[in-house]
């Protein structure tokens, strides 16, 4: 008995929605081989290559565990890849004469990007990653029930660090015992990023003067972490009264992730960094009203900076000395998914898009403030789904 967590009429609705872009962009198939794409199209995250023609059902190429793939993905069609002439003999003969072929060209190494070149010639490569990500936007109400899921999850997690934070204890003992508390509640630990070279081990927790440290990680906080091998998230700095601790965490279930940050303070946090939080409290529920289904997500982030100048603190926010451009970033499967609402990017809102509001003000020496809430984007704004209090917590 077949055990599908992703159901075929799922697949079959998000496969019809790529072949209706490759069918606009004149590509005659696609070969999908990255994990998150993988699983998002044949709900199995195997070793496999899924073909997806213009028209017709899609073949599920196996190399390991063909057991396991054929039990985990309700594709009809799922073979076992013995050979890369298997590969060949699948896909040639469905490739109508001067159609191209999609490949996930953003991630995909370059010693495979020729290997497939010459195995498929004379198809000319097209990038289909552009059209998977725009596809993966807009989430399914099977997926949004994944989403509350993990939503849950993270908020339980949040009033875990309620009862345990304390004085003296390092980031990595408070980081430790929250994952461990997700992780016995469904928390998958891995969180998937489709940047390059980007790496995230479950989130940023950051104390004081930590909250200011930067690091490569495409974030307003980064944080020194263990050691410059992995230079991000909990070091073994110790908690002290009276300062910010930024708990930055996703949450993944069933391979969906949501994302959502707040600041715990021993006591009182110095007001200048108070005000400065509530600023950012602020920005998040003025977005949340202009997020409709339609709105520019340039527009959205020239409010979120208006809101910051305006406050007398621009000079602080999305980062101190090293900013980054963008205030919101798409969630699903990854961490870094469509919508993006950047200061350069043009990308209007859909309706069902799931996007992480993250307005945050990086203070030198002394810390980060701000906030992270997932939301969903609908007709008349953006509907929150991480659900523990918004407000600073101070205990």
């Known amino acids: 008995m077949k055990d599908h967590a992703v159901p075929l009429a799922e697949l079959e609705q998000r496969i019809e929605r790529l072949q209706e872009q490759m069918e606009r962009q004149e590509i005659g198939g696609a070969l999908v081989v990255q994990k998150a794409d993988l699983f998002y199209f044949s709900g199995t995250a195997q070793n496999a290559h899924l073909f997806i023609p213009d028209r017709g059902e899609p073949v599920l190429l196996v190399k390991k565990s063909y057991p396991r793939a054929r039990r985990e993905s309700a594709l009809r069609r799922v073979i076992e890849l013995d050979g890369w002439s298997r590969l060949v003999e699948t896909v040639k003969p469905r490739l109508a004469t001067g159609r191209k072929i999609g490949l996930e060209m953003d991630i995909l190494p370059a010693s495979l990007y020729l290997r497939y070149q010459k195995m498929l010639a004379p198809a000319a490569i097209a990038d289909i990653s552009p059209a998977i990500r725009r596809v993966?936007?807009?989430?399914?109400?099977?997926?949004?029930?994944?989403?509350?899921?993990?939503?849950?999850?993270?908020?339980?997690?949040?009033?875990?660090?309620?009862?345990?934070?304390?004085?003296?204890?390092?980031?990595?003992?408070?980081?430790?015992?929250?994952?461990?508390?997700?992780?016995?509640?469904?928390?998958?630990?891995?969180?998937?990023?489709?940047?390059?070279?980007?790496?995230?081990?479950?989130?940023?927790?950051?104390?004081?003067?930590?909250?200011?440290?930067?690091?490569?990680?495409?974030?307003?906080?980064?944080?020194?972490?263990?050691?410059?091998?992995?230079?991000?998230?909990?070091?073994?700095?110790?908690?002290?009264?009276?300062?910010?601790?930024?708990?930055?965490?996703?949450?993944?279930?069933?391979?969906?992730?949501?994302?959502?940050?707040?600041?715990?303070?021993?006591?009182?946090?110095?007001?200048?960094?108070?005000?400065?939080?509530?600023?950012?409290?602020?920005?998040?529920?003025?977005?949340?009203?202009?997020?409709?289904?339609?709105?520019?997500?340039?527009?959205?982030?020239?409010?979120?900076?208006?809101?910051?100048q305006e406050a007398g603190l621009a000079p602080y926010f999305m980062g101190c000395e090293e900013k980054v451009g963008f205030i919101g970033h798409g969630v699903g499967l990854e961490l870094d998914e469509l919508p993006v609402i950047a200061r350069n990017l043009e990308c209007p809102l859909e309706e069902g898009m799931v996007v992480a509001l993250e307005p945050k003000f990086i203070f030198p020496g002394e810390g980060a403030v701000g906030i992270e809430d997932t939301f969903v984007v609908r007709k008349h704004g953006l509907e929150q789904i991480t659900r523990f209090d918004d407000d600073l917590q101070e205990l």
């Open 136 to 308: 993966r936007a807009v989430k399914s109400p099977f997926e949004l029930a994944r989403l509350h899921a993990a939503a849950a999850v993270g908020e339980a997690v949040f009033r875990f660090a309620r009862e345990i934070l304390r004085e003296g204890m390092t980031e990595v003992e408070l980081s430790a015992q929250l994952e461990a508390f997700g992780r016995a509640r469904g928390h998958q630990g891995f969180v998937r990023t489709r940047g390059f070279n980007q790496e995230l081990f479950f989130g940023h927790v950051l104390s004081g003067e930590s909250g200011a440290a930067a690091s490569f990680f495409e974030g307003p906080t980064g944080g020194l972490g263990m050691n410059p091998s992995f230079p991000q998230g909990a070091g073994t700095k110790q908690i002290k009264r009276g300062e910010p601790v930024l708990i930055d965490y996703t949450t993944v279930i069933d391979g969906y992730l949501v994302d959502q940050t707040r600041i715990f303070c021993l006591g009182k946090l110095p007001p200048h960094l108070a005000e400065a939080h509530r600023t950012a409290i602020g920005i998040n529920k003025t977005l949340a009203s202009l997020g409709k289904a339609g709105a520019d997500g340039r527009e959205l982030y020239r409010r979120a900076a208006e809101m910051a």
